[in-house]
């Protein structure tokens, strides 16, 4: 079984920063990409930032040159480090990464975290 488990978020006012960590656990044999998607109210969710193995890492026009992913291979590890937020960055931010299992080695699955909220006032 495999699940993702993420950190941080919270509250910051516009101009600050803040960090969201990502950890995939189980039994996991092998990760392609992970990344950040968003959803705020009444919107669809959305790409924040995309980190494949061997592609160039993508961003959204919104957070880009504000935000920056990064991941640890070793941990099965996608982190988000969030600077200059907006009050448009608010939104519950979810994690994902594309995982081949001990379960089906040969398939790739996509995994989701649940969500954490992050919420920049004015």
């Known amino acids: 079984q495999v699940y993702l488990a993420e950190s941080g978020g919270g509250l910051a006012q516009a101009g600050g920063s803040l960090r969201l960590s990502c950890t995939a656990h189980g039994s996991i044999v092998s990760i392609d990409s992970m990344g950040w998607y968003r959803q705020a109210p009444g919107k669809q969710r959305e790409l924040v930032a995309w980190i494949p193995t061997d592609d160039p890492i993508k961003y959204a026009d919104s957070v880009r040159g504000r935000f920056t992913i990064s991941r640890d291979n070793l941990r099965n590890t996608v982190s988000l480090q969030m600077n200059s937020l907006k009050p448009g960055d608010t939104a519950v931010y979810f994690c994902?990464?594309?995982?081949?299992?001990?379960?089906?080695?040969?398939?790739?699955?996509?995994?989701w975290g649940r969500g954490t909220q992050v919420t920049v006032s004015s």
């Open positions: 994902y990464a594309d995982v081949y299992s001990l379960q089906d080695p040969t398939t790739k699955r996509d995994y």
